[in-house]
């Protein structure tokens, strides 16, 4: 069988898209574009420039004929007219930067965030996430969706027709599964100030990853266990995080056991970090998937996770769910994962079994089967 030829979209990949550690949708497509190939795919990765092409320039993916901006327009006046020639058999769009193109069109749209609720997401992107999004769906030949729940935010939200969408998981890389080397682990977690057997958790500071409850949970619990253990914060800078901030620093102000590390951005590094956590506690009001409890299931940490969105399909059982408004419930589960041992041995060896379960590259090749089948019609 020929390798089928993909297109992806690598915009979101470029030096300068993203801070310097990758989001969800960045290590989703960073991903692909590893383990694609091994399911049978050539993979030619293309990148709208942030203006006309001016010439050659070093990067991810092969530079676009135009802007998103300008092939936008041209879309817009002439949208039956003008298709971009992609040299493939089908295109894929992971960020939904998408535009007519003259072969089949596949979409992954993540979530329906900036419409289901606008208050955690920047005003000033808001309007056009929407209407990227909206207009995503209804150019795609056919959608991808990373969980059941984003499946029906999307078609509650923008109108996708359900049999349009394929339903593929996230996954971790296989090497999260395996043992890191103690004495490297060890040397990170001293380099940062780290003391094993802490709370962790990773995510940019935003709203709607509810840190200030996970913060105010930890203040909660007896002395005793935050003399010995810490709250470890890992994540950059996002919006509406200044008051945030303010809490955490007064926090350490007052003596508090918390770090936040806002500059890790090596995936080794990453990796020891989570290696040395006693607990993971990722209790966001709102997720489309949320790879970092799988990165904490493959790295042997008990989890917490909220009750809602789409993170108990992801733990399918395998952490301890609670509800996000509820800083009590936060930290009854924190202080359960620390006192009761059967409890974490449970959680831990679910989680093992669950991350196995997801693997980027079982991702990729359905992702592939969603090409052929689109292809076959």
């Excluded at 959608?143 to 593929?168: H, K, N, Y």
Aim: contains cysteine.
């Amino acid at each position: 069988m020929n390798p089928l030829r993909v297109g992806l979209g690598t915009t979101i990949l470029e030096p300068g898209a993203q801070g310097a550690r990758l989001d969800g949708i960045g290590v989703y497509t960073d991903a692909l574009l590893r383990h694609l190939p091994q399911a049978g795919c050539a993979v030619s990765a293309y990148s709208y420039p942030p203006c006309a092409r001016t010439g050659p320039r070093a990067g991810v993916g092969q530079p676009m004929a135009q802007s998103f901006e300008a092939a936008s327009l041209v879309d817009l006046v002439t949208p039956r007219m003008n298709r971009v020639h992609m040299p493939a058999d089908i295109f894929h769009a992971t960020d939904y930067r998408i535009v007519r193109m003259d072969c089949p069109v596949v979409a992954t749209l993540h979530d329906a965030l900036p419409q289901r609720h606008p208050q955690w997401c920047n005003p000033r992107l808001r309007g056009p996430k929407n209407w990227l999004q909206k207009k995503a769906a209804a150019k795609a030949d056919h959608v991808i969706a990373i969980s059941r729940f984003a499946v029906a935010e999307l078609v509650q939200c923008f109108g996708v027709d359900e049999r349009r969408i394929s339903v593929v998981p996230c996954g971790v890389d296989a090497a999260w599964l395996e043992p890191n080397d103690p004495e490297a682990v060890a040397a990170t977690l001293r380099a940062n100030g780290l003391r094993p057997g802490y709370f962790l958790f990773v995510g940019t500071l935003q709203p709607r990853k509810n840190i200030e409850r996970l913060l105010a949970a930890y203040l909660g619990l007896p002395a005793k266990v935050r003399a010995e253990r810490q709250l470890v914060i890992v994540g950059a800078l996002g919006w509406r995080c200044e008051a945030l901030v303010r809490q955490i620093l007064a926090a350490r102000q007052n003596g508090a056991n918390v770090l936040w590390l806002r500059s890790l951005t090596d995936n080794a590094r990453l990796r020891h970090v989570y290696a040395g956590a006693g607990v993971f506690v990722f209790a966001s009001l709102y997720e489309g998937f949320g790879i970092p409890v799988l990165e904490a299931f493959a790295s042997a940490v008990p989890v917490v996770v909220s009750n809602s969105s789409a993170l108990p399909e992801v733990a399918q059982g395998a952490a301890l769910e609670v509800d996000p408004g509820s800083i009590c419930e936060i930290g009854a589960a924190m202080l359960a994962l620390v006192r009761d041992e059967p409890l974490r041995a449970r959680c831990i060896a679910a989680g093992r079994r669950r991350a196995a379960q997801l693997s980027w590259r079982e991702a990729a090749r359905a992702t592939a089967a969603v090409y052929r089948a689109v292809l076959s019609h």
